[in-house]
């Protein structure tokens, strides 16, 4: 892969590594690229059905502390030659069936973090559901007031013939990806960007690993 190339890859992986690493720590935050759903007061019943989720998705996903498993169950690699602190691995059918349903037992995609022996562990899961639905539908999913759900938006990218301006910096920081400090349209036309007023659809990160779930 060509350095130009990488460098959409490499964004994307950053920004999926650092997506994973701070929703599961409980450190995500509204801003210009991240809405999150809005922040609704527990109650004991939200309690009692994530702990419910949390086992079954524990009781569910346990197999998968050994990648191979995962494959053999259809999951993939998310940019398998690139280096990150956390990898993806992505079950695409799952994936679809999220657009439509909520299942415990089948994330989008499943997150290992490398060990010091070179081998994968099963750190948490990903769960995803389309950009059209409401906040009231999330949290028959998932309740918001215990995990929040977020979508990246306001992106500017480059022109998609001039992939090596993904190096381009302004001012010491990135102009284009989850990085830059360009939010609007105007102001990424502006450097001849293209913008996106959302990347993917709605999301939620789950630690398996005995952590903060998040």
Known sequence: MSSSAQQPAAAMAEMAATDSSEAMAGEMAHDAHMRMTA?????????????????????????????????????????PNLKQPLYHYTNWRWALEAAFTFN???????????RADGGLELVGAMYTAPAR???????????????????????????????????????????FGPRSPIA???ACEAVGGRFRSRIFGWMVHVALNGGHER
């Open 39 to 79: 922040m609704r007061h527990p109650t004991g019943g939200d309690s009692a059905r994530v702990r419910d989720l949390l086992e079954e998705m524990h009781r569910a996903l346990g197999k998968y502390q050994d990648v191979r498993v995962a494959e053999a169950d259809g999951f993939r690699r998310f940019l």
């Open 133 to 175: 639905a409401s906040e009231d539908e999330l949290n028959a999913r998932i309740p918001t007031s215990i995990l929040p759900w977020h979508q990246h938006v306001n992106w500017c990218l480059p022109p998609r013939d001039e992939p090596a301006r993904w190096r381009d910096v302004r001012d010491g920081v990135p102009l």
């Open 184 to 186: 609007t349209r105007d």
């Open 104 to 114: 415990p037992d089948t994330p989008t995609s499943l997150l290992y973090r490398e």
